[in-house]
């Protein structure tokens, strides 16, 4: 019989993490950990990684519902084969504990030359706000690491001094050289983005990430049909259930990309829903990490590889926090490796 209990830790972050939604310093994250009953030393470990003001179960009752959960499964009442929605994140932490468990604790959840360190994922590097100054020492950063994408969170500081560093940085690097992303998170207003989107399209932007506010559907289908530069839907996706309701939010917006991130979208599987959707309206995707410490961030990791990822990938936010667990996670320029010989450091568990 399958047993539970939960756990939960406070990231620090080295630098604060600033987007349009505010600055984060610190994170709390909670980890569901699965075992049998007759062999309690080998468990499985899944992360709810709560976004503030982002995800759906980021709410005063979470923990209360949390521990309903793991009730459930002490008392042999819950089915795994059953999502828990709306709780995105638990449902993560659930899927990826489970196979964890399966695979007796190992924390190799997809086998592949990914986790036998014969091969690597490409990402991207992420570039926060700041000041003009901050903002151009982390780019200067990315490209002595040897970056060829990197994305730059924009809209929430200075719309006039954002613009300048992209326009400095395509100077210097043509779009041959440099793919540049940009993540706006929502931040401008439907009567100004069209002017910000011609501005960001003579600089060869690769795309711009939800740059309005999510339900907006009518609005950013128009953009999604006259913007010149691509744009990825990402807080768009957020509570989009069932598989019927998330393909018709993309058949009606029709956008170029969509950005996955299994802990706020509802694990795995539901991220492979979205996948298979957007292949079939021949729709780009790449997936994200949403600031889980490397127990969640392994599982996307491992997962994303097996996908066959064609873009870089934003799974480079490890080396976020101060206090991350130990693991066989590491990135090397723009490369993101698993080294099987490097050991979990589990002595938190």
Request: aromatic share 10%.
């Amino acid at each position: 019989m399958i047993k539970a209990l939960t756990r939960h830790k406070e990231l620090i972050f080295r630098n604060p993490a600033t987007t349009s939604r505010g600055t984060l310093l610190r994170k709390k994250v909670y980890y569901i950990l699965l075992y049998e009953e007759s062999m309690p030393f080998e468990y499985g470990i899944g992360e709810c990684s709560l976004f503030p003001g982002l995800s759906m179960d980021d709410t005063p009752d979470f923990t209360q519902k949390l521990m309903e959960v793991i009730e459930l499964i002490n008392k042999g009442w819950f089915d795994f084969k059953i999502p828990v929605n709306p709780w995105p994140s638990i449902n993560f932490a659930l899927e990826t504990a489970f196979r964890d468990l399966k695979r007796k604790g190992s924390k190799i959840l997809y086998p592949s030359p990914f986790t036998e360190g014969e091969d690597y994922i490409r990402i991207n590097g992420l570039v926060w706000m700041g000041n003009k100054e901050i903002m151009q020492k982390q780019i200067d950063l990315k490209l002595m690491s040897g970056y060829n994408c990197i994305k730059l969170k924009i809209g929430g500081i200075n719309w006039e001094y954002e613009y300048e560093l992209l326009k400095d940085l395509r100077k210097d690097y043509s779009k041959n050289d440099l793919e540049i992303r940009v993540d706006a998170n929502g931040a401008f207003e439907v009567k100004e983005v069209m002017s910000i989107l011609d501005q960001l399209a003579k600089l060869d932007i690769h795309s711009i990430e939800q740059p309005i506010l999510p339900s907006q559907i009518e609005e950013m289908a128009v953009l999604c049909e006259k913007s010149p530069v691509a744009i990825a839907l990402d807080e768009e996706l957020i509570g989009k259930y069932p598989f019927e309701n998330k393909s018709q939010l993309l058949r009606l917006i029709r956008p170029q990309y969509i950005v996955l991130k299994p802990g706020l979208l509802g694990g795995l599987r539901s991220c492979e829903e979205w996948i298979e959707i957007a292949d079939s309206m021949n729709i780009g995707w790449w997936i994200t990490s949403s600031l889980e410490s490397n127990i969640g961030l392994n599982a996307i990791a491992q997962w994303t590889y097996t996908m066959k990822p064609k873009v870089a990938q934003g799974l480079g936010t490890g080396t976020l926090f101060e206090n991350n667990i130990g693991s066989p996670l590491a990135v090397t320029g723009e490369k993101l490796y698993y080294f099987p010989r490097k050991k979990w450091d589990l002595s938190e568990f």
